[in-house]
Structures are given as C-alpha cells and as structure tokens.
C-alpha cells in the first residue's frame, strides 16, 4: 500500500504569530474585526461539521449534489494527472473527484493542502489507503500566503471548494486568483465551488439557524482567543449576529457585545475596550453572481471553460483554464 507524504510549511509556532498580529489590529481597528480561520480549533471544526447537516444550511448538500452530478464531465474536459485540494479538511467531497479522475484515467498524484497537521495526515493517509495507486502528498500550509510551496510537474487542476473563495474581500479574492494563476501553468485548471447571491429569506437563516449551533460556532473565537492568548473574553457578554449586506452581496457575521466591558489579552499585553452593542466582523461570505464570477477569474488570467448549476441556482462549481 502507497503511504502518504507529508509537507510542512507551516508550524503552530506560525500560526500562534499570526494569531497575535491578526488579533492585535483587528481588535485595535475600528470597527473591530477577525479573520474567520480562527474559529477552527478542534471544537470549532466539530460545530461546522454539525452546521454543514442543519436543515437550513443548503451550501455542502448542495455543492455535494451538484458535485455528484457533473464531476464525470469535470473529470473528462480536465483530464488531470495531479489533484491538488486547497483547504482540504477531510476530503470527503474529494472523494468524487478522484473516484472520476482516477476513472478516467490520468489521475496519478492527489495533493491536498490544509494548516491543520493531524487532520492532513489522516485524510492523506485514508486517502492513500481507499487508492492504492495514487501518489499522495499533502502540503501543510496557509493557502491565502504560501500558494508557491505546492508541487509542480504533471497536468494539475487545483480544486478549492466549499464556497470558501467568499470568505475573501475582492481584493483579497483578486490577489488569490492571481497567485493561482502565477502557480498554474497555460492549460492547467482552476475548479471553483462558490454560493449564488439566492432570496436572502433563505440565506441568512444559513448562518444563524434555529437550533443556535452557528452562534456557538461564531462564539468560538472568543474560546480560541481564551485559550492561546490568555485572554478573559466572557462569550456569555456577546451575542451571534448575521445580516445581509445587500450592496457588496455577503453575508457578514458579527459577535455584539451586550454590554460595556474591558478585556484583558495578556499574551499580548493589552486591553480592549468594548461598548455595549460595539461589534466584531468575525467573516463575510460572498455570496455571487455567474457573471461576476467569471469576470473576476478573466481579470486573473483565467478563461472559463464551463459553468455548472444546481437546480434552484444557488451553487456553482466553475472550470477555469491558465491562460
């Protein structure tokens, strides 16, 4: 049996510094904000696969279906030799993509590339294991910053799904496709999931649910602050908040603190003041258009060759080709 490689570009010595810069302006900024990546520590992993089975949250069944239902045409126009994955978790639904890829043919080498270690390894390792005759090499880094440490050689298609490319402001979003584009050679592929801009009648209740799993989720950053910065956040002071920012067309999530407080952060030395009703963007989710999507990979460099729908016209998954 083929055992799986692993690549590490990224320690927790990394990611406890980019905790720090991240935590430091973000909460000295007005008004105050986080990245979103900093919900996932085992915990927070743990309440997004539990959001990903809410009834109300559409996004995974719904990329998954959509997935299901095109992949053999994905696999036949790509005609990949190497599978890489951005934010690969636990790959389940990577697993269509290489059952088709691998069925049509080429598929010789699956890279899949996340910042967690111990999650990388396991799936790296259940992958090698489900495809004996695949090359497995997984890259232990941060997508948004280390794109040129993934692996070069072979026809690749680079898959990043999920709708996480709306996690991105579009500056952030135009400078990543354009480091896709620089990684990627002419004729290599870029696969996209990304969520439609639907009735917001259904799209806000996907990020703030009835059963109250989203605003444990959003409160996890304080826990994770708590527990790596020494920090005296008390989550039962803030509130989970989702709105729909209709003029940029996302979602944000915000944690509203419901009363006046200071709170310490000793590993970084400092306090932050908080008003009653002050708010923390703690992520956005572009939600977007066919057409701006694909105007957005053109400017990168990209051609789209195909677009794919769900039913109800609220996923998309696109193949985009380096030109």
């Known amino acids: 049996m083929t055992s799986a490689t692993l690549e590490i570009h990224l320690t927790d010595e990394d990611l406890t510094a980019a905790l720090r810069a991240d935590v430091r302006s973000g909460l000295t900024a007005s008004p105050k904000s986080l990245p979103p990546k900093w919900f996932y520590d085992a915990r927070g992993s743990e309440l997004f696969e539990q959001i990903t089975e ?4 559409y996004p995974t069944r719904t990329e998954r279906a959509l997935l299901e239902r095109v992949v053999a045409e994905i696999a036949r126009i790509a005609q990949a030799e190497v599978l890489v994955e951005l934010g690969a978790g636990s790959a389940a639904k990577t697993r269509l993509l290489l059952e088709a890829l691998t069925a049509e043919g080429p598929l010789k080498k699956y890279v899949p590339q996340d910042v967690s270690v111990a999650a990388l390894s396991a799936s790296s390792d259940q992958v090698a294991a489900e495809f004996p005759g695949l090359s497995v090499h997984g890259v232990v880094s941060d997508f948004t910053a280390t794109l040129e440490n993934l692996p070069r050689g072979g026809r690749r298609m680079i898959a ?10 579009p500056r952030e979003r135009a400078e990543f496709l354009a480091g896709i584009h620089e ?11 990304a969520g439609l801009v639907i009735d917001p009648a259904v799209l806000v209740p996907a990020y703030d649910d009835a059963a109250g799993v989203t605003a444990e989720f959003n409160l996890n950053v304080l826990h994770v602050l708590n527990a790596r910065l020494g920090a005296n956040f008390d989550p039962a002071r803030f509130r989970h908040v989702a709105l729909w920012d209709a003029e940029h067309e996302w979602i944000e999530m915000r944690l509203e603190a419901t009363e006046a407080m200071t709170v310490a952060v000793p590993e970084l030395d400092m306090t932050v003041e908080f008003a009653a009703g002050e708010q923390i ?12 999507l694909e105007s957005e990979l053109s400017a990168a460099g990209f051609a789209t060759e195909r677009v794919w729908t769900d039913q109800d016209d609220r996923f998309a998954l696109v193949l985009a080709e380096r030109r």
């Open 160 to 169: 990043f799904l999920g709708g996480t490319i709306g996690n991105l402001v």
């Open 54 to 57: 809410l009834p109300e949250y």
């Open 281 to 292: 963007r703690t992520e956005i989710s572009a939600k977007f258009q066919p057409a701006g």
């Open 183 to 193: 990684v990627l050679e002419p004729g290599e592929q870029l696969l996209l999931g």
